[in-house]
């Protein structure tokens, strides 16, 4: 399963497990990920989420996605830690 901003891949999902409407993976970062590295550690703070400081593109829920098989579905932005888990609902 790989991560799309926009039509951009940023990396790949593994080892997928449901919890309720959350599911988490393990999530493998690509070189086109390291634009957004600052932006995944401020959603994940537990300081708080300053909005203001990022392009209003990354925080539009419509340009988030999945691709697994050729098949493309919607999901909100998705929470990456820095030890590779991520978690994710599907739109």
């Known amino acids: 399963m790989?991560?799309?901003?926009?039509d951009t891949v940023i990396g790949?999902?593994?080892g997928l497990n449901n919890e309720d409407s959350w599911v988490h993976g393990i999530f493998?970062?690509?070189?086109?990920?390291n634009q957004y590295k600052e932006f995944f550690r401020a959603i994940?703070?537990?300081e708080?989420?300053?909005?203001?400081?990022?392009?209003?593109?990354?925080?539009?829920?419509?340009?988030?996605?999945?691709?697994k098989k050729g098949?493309?579905?919607g999901i909100y932005i998705p929470a990456?830690?820095?030890?590779g888990?991520?978690?994710?609902?599907?739109r």
């Open 48 to 67: 708080g989420f300053e909005e203001s400081k990022f392009n209003c593109e990354l925080l539009n829920d419509e340009n988030w996605s999945i691709s």
């Open 28 to 33: 493998e970062a690509n070189e086109a990920f």
């Open 85 to 90: 888990d991520i978690s994710f609902r599907y």
């Open 80 to 83: 990456i830690y820095e030890d």
């Open 44 to 46: 994940v703070c537990e």
């Open 71 to 73: 098949s493309i579905a």
């Open 12 to 14: 790949t999902i593994s």
């Open 2 to 6: 790989e991560l799309l901003f926009k």
